[in-house]
């Protein structure tokens, strides 16, 4: 059973800094791609960040990309994404998704097979 549980959201002023983190378990996921999405108040639930587990190529939303960096610790089986210079418009919940994939890291939703329960951004003076 697939499990991701995401930590580390909080409230943050704007051009603040926040990791968040997503603890995977369940299996190995050494064929998986792993992303972040985000799903702001009345709007779709987004593509904000991927990267296959095993290493290589990151993706980023253009309104995120030079501000938020995807990574991951293989020894402690969890993937980060590193929010600097945040705004206003950032403020979501933000959730952890993983799919078995060869090739391109999916950027929709419908394409991931399992999810955490999020974690809630908000950015605000």
């Known amino acids: ?23 995977a378990s369940g299996r190995t996921f050494s064929g998986y791609a792993m992303a972040w999405f985000r799903q702001a108040p009345g709007k779709e639930r987004e593509f904000v960040s991927g990267m296959r587990w ?13 501000r938020f960096t995807i990574s991951r610790d293989n020894a402690k089986n ?7 210079s945040l705004k206003p418009e950032d403020t979501a919940v933000y959730y952890c998704a993983a799919v078995q994939v060869l090739g ?6 419908y394409d991931y097979d399992y999810w955490g329960r999020g974690t809630q951004v908000t950015v605000s003076s």
């Open 1 to 23: 059973q697939v499990q991701l549980v995401e930590s580390g959201g909080g409230l943050v002023q704007p051009a603040g800094s926040l990791r968040l983190s997503c603890a």
């Open 78 to 84: 969890t993937v980060y994404l590193q929010m600097n």
């Open 54 to 66: 095993s290493g290589g190529r990151t993706t980023y939303a253009d309104s995120v990309k030079g």
């Open 104 to 109: 391109k890291i999916p950027a929709s939703k």
